[in-house]
C-alpha cells in the first residue's frame, strides 16, 4: 500500500496532459472550420472572394446615369429593301421586254416616221424630268411608270415600246446598255407631219421644252 500515493498522482499528471492535448487539437480545429466560414461567407456561393482591387461593371444600359434603350432596326433590314427594289426592277424589265416584243411585232422599223417620246436606259440621269421614285434618276420600274403615263394621257396615235437597238444599232449607254424607248404612229409621211402633232398634243408644254419628250424619229430596218 505504500506505493499507492505516487501512483495516483502520476495517473492525475497524465490525466491532465491528456485533457490539455485534447484542447490543443479542438482548438486548432474550431480555428480552421471559423476560416473556412469566413472564406464561404466572404466568397458567395462557394466562390473566391473578390480582392480590394477588383471593380464591379454595371450591364450596358442598366447602371446608374445609363441612357434610355432606343428601339433599333433589325439587323438585314436595309438589305431586305434593297432586294424587294431589286426584285421590282426584274418584273418591270420583264414587261419592259414583252413590250418591245409586242412593238417589234407589230411596229417592225421599215424606214417609216414615228414620234419619239421617251428614252430611257436603266441609271439614265434626266435634270429636266422627275422618275417615279422622286429623283431624276431613271430605274427599271420608273422607265415602265413613265411608258405607261405617256400610253394613258397621249390623245391619238397607238403607242410602242422599241429598244434603240431595234431601229438604230450600236444606240447603247456608256453601260453598254439599250434605250427603252416608247413611241407613237400616226398617219407621218414625214419629219415635219410628227412636229405638227407634236405641237398639238403637246400644246401646253413650252416649246423649248417641247422638243425632249417629242420629236420625229425614222425607224429604219436593221442592215
Given at each position: 500500500?505504500?506505493?499507492a500515493p505516487?501512483?495516483?498522482?502520476?495517473?492525475?499528471?497524465?490525466?491532465t496532459?491528456a485533457?490539455q492535448?485534447l484542447c490543443a487539437v479542438?482548438?486548432v480545429?474550431l480555428v480552421?472550420?471559423?476560416?473556412?466560414?469566413?472564406?464561404r461567407t466572404l466568397?458567395g456561393t462557394g466562390q473566391?472572394?473578390l480582392g480590394?482591387?477588383?471593380v464591379?461593371?454595371?450591364?450596358?444600359?442598366?447602371?446608374p446615369?445609363?441612357?434610355?434603350?432606343?428601339a433599333t432596326v433589325?439587323a438585314?433590314?436595309?438589305?431586305a429593301l434593297?432586294?424587294?427594289?431589286?426584285?421590282a426592277?426584274?418584273?418591270?424589265?420583264?414587261?419592259l421586254?414583252?413590250l418591245r416584243?409586242q412593238?417589234l411585232a407589230?411596229h417592225p422599223?421599215?424606214?417609216q416616221?414615228?414620234?419619239?417620246l421617251a428614252?430611257?436606259?436603266?441609271?439614265?440621269?434626266?435634270?429636266?424630268?422627275?422618275a417615279?421614285n422622286?429623283s431624276?434618276t431613271?430605274?427599271?420600274t420608273d422607265?415602265?411608270?413613265?411608258?405607261?403615263?405617256?400610253?394613258?394621257r397621249?390623245a391619238?396615235?397607238?403607242v410602242?415600246?422599241l429598244a434603240?437597238t431595234?431601229?438604230?444599232?450600236g444606240?447603247?449607254?456608256?453601260?453598254?446598255?439599250?434605250y427603252?424607248?416608247?413611241f407613237a404612229?400616226g398617219?407621218?409621211?414625214?419629219a415635219d407631219?410628227?412636229?405638227t402633232?407634236?405641237d398639238s398634243?403637246?400644246a401646253?408644254?413650252?416649246?423649248?421644252e417641247?422638243?425632249?419628250?417629242?420629236f420625229?424619229?425614222?425607224?429604219?430596218?436593221?442592215?
Amino acid at each position: 500500500m505504500s506505493g499507492a500515493p505516487w501512483q495516483d498522482h502520476a495517473a492525475a499528471q497524465l490525466t491532465t496532459r491528456a485533457l490539455q492535448g485534447l484542447c490543443a487539437v479542438l482548438g486548432v480545429v474550431l480555428v480552421v472550420l471559423v476560416a473556412l466560414l469566413a472564406l464561404r461567407t466572404l466568397g458567395g456561393t462557394g466562390q473566391p472572394a473578390l480582392g480590394a482591387d477588383v471593380v464591379g461593371v454595371s450591364a450596358p444600359g442598366t447602371g446608374p446615369g445609363a441612357p434610355t434603350p432606343t428601339a433599333t432596326v433589325p439587323a438585314g433590314s436595309g438589305a431586305a429593301l434593297v432586294g424587294e427594289r431589286a426584285a421590282a426592277d426584274e418584273r418591270a424589265l420583264a414587261t419592259l421586254r414583252e413590250l418591245r416584243r409586242q412593238g417589234l411585232a407589230e411596229h417592225p422599223p421599215q424606214g417609216q416616221w414615228v414620234a419619239q417620246l421617251a428614252a430611257k436606259s436603266v441609271g439614265t440621269t434626266d435634270p429636266v424630268q422627275t422618275a417615279a421614285n422622286g429623283s431624276s434618276t431613271f430605274y427599271a420600274t420608273d422607265i415602265l411608270e413613265q411608258t405607261r403615263r405617256i400610253a394613258s394621257r397621249t390623245a391619238g396615235g397607238d403607242v410602242f415600246v422599241l429598244a434603240s437597238t431595234d431601229f438604230a444599232p450600236g444606240t447603247v449607254d456608256a453601260r453598254g446598255n439599250p434605250y427603252w424607248t416608247t413611241f407613237a404612229t400616226g398617219p407621218f409621211a414625214d419629219a415635219d407631219d410628227v412636229r405638227t402633232w407634236c405641237d398639238s398634243v403637246f400644246a401646253s408644254t413650252p416649246a423649248d421644252e417641247r422638243t425632249n419628250v417629242c420629236f420625229p424619229e425614222r425607224l429604219l430596218p436593221p442592215s
